[in-house]
């Protein structure tokens, strides 16, 4: 049985307080549901496949960051969140871009997964076709959120808007989808990282 490093259980750990301290009066809890639930799933996958198909310590740890920017979402919702509201101050931005910082991850982290159950399955080698695939996923996987979203504002209404968190921006679904495009692109960029990673876990 693979020994789980002692920076994985720190990562495992801070997300667990994180999600427990998100939880703890959010701003609104249906919001909360809805934004942290992404997490909530990826890491119950994450327990049923541990011992099936243990993941590189560099995605987990991509993963754990990812899912506080879920769950710090969910807790004041993306247009409240203080450190967003930092930067738009700070810059003098027009709006709070703490869910574009999302939609990167959305692009970024879903990149590094797709690639590491590709090549460790020898479902595709390592060539133009694994970059073309894993860039379509993710497009795939960021339409199917703004779906959701849609499902959503149509099923609640005005009870939708924290969770969707357009900022009076016409174009945020469009925007979000290339965020989430240029978050993919970046991660293969920097796949020889993720290269020696997938080489480390398979080695064990």
């Known amino acids: 049985m693979k020994k789980t490093s002692l920076l994985i259980k720190i990562m495992f750990a801070l997300t667990l307080i994180i999600f427990i301290w998100s939880g703890i009066q959010p701003f609104e809890y249906l919001t909360w549901i809805l934004e942290v639930f992404p997490g909530v799933i990826g890491f119950a996958l994450i327990a049923y496949y541990w011992n099936r198909m243990r ?39 027009q709006r709070n871009h703490w869910d574009r910082l999302g939609h990167f991850a959305q692009g970024f982290v879903p ?3 797709a690639r590491e159950i590709l090549l460790r399955n020898k479902i595709l ?38 969770f969707l968190g357009t900022q009076g921006d016409v174009w945020d679904t469009q925007k979000d989808m290339a965020i989430a495009l240029l978050g993919a692109v970046m991660a293969l960029i920097l796949a020889r990282w993720h290269d020696k990673a997938i080489t480390t876990v398979e080695s064990k």
Do not use: R
């Open 55 to 93: 993941l590189s310590n560099f995605l987990l740890i991509l993963i754990c960051v990812h899912c506080w920017i879920l769950f710090v979402g969910g807790k004041y919702t993306y247009a409240l969140v203080p450190a967003g509201k930092w930067v738009q101050d700070l810059f003098g931005l």
């Open 111 to 113: 990149a590094f997964l």
């Open 125 to 162: 080698k390592n060539d133009l076709w694994l970059k073309f695939i894993v860039i379509s996923i993710c497009l795939g996987f960021s339409a199917f959120y703004e779906l959701i979203e849609f499902a959503v504002a149509m099923i609640l209404n005005q009870a939708s808007d924290a």
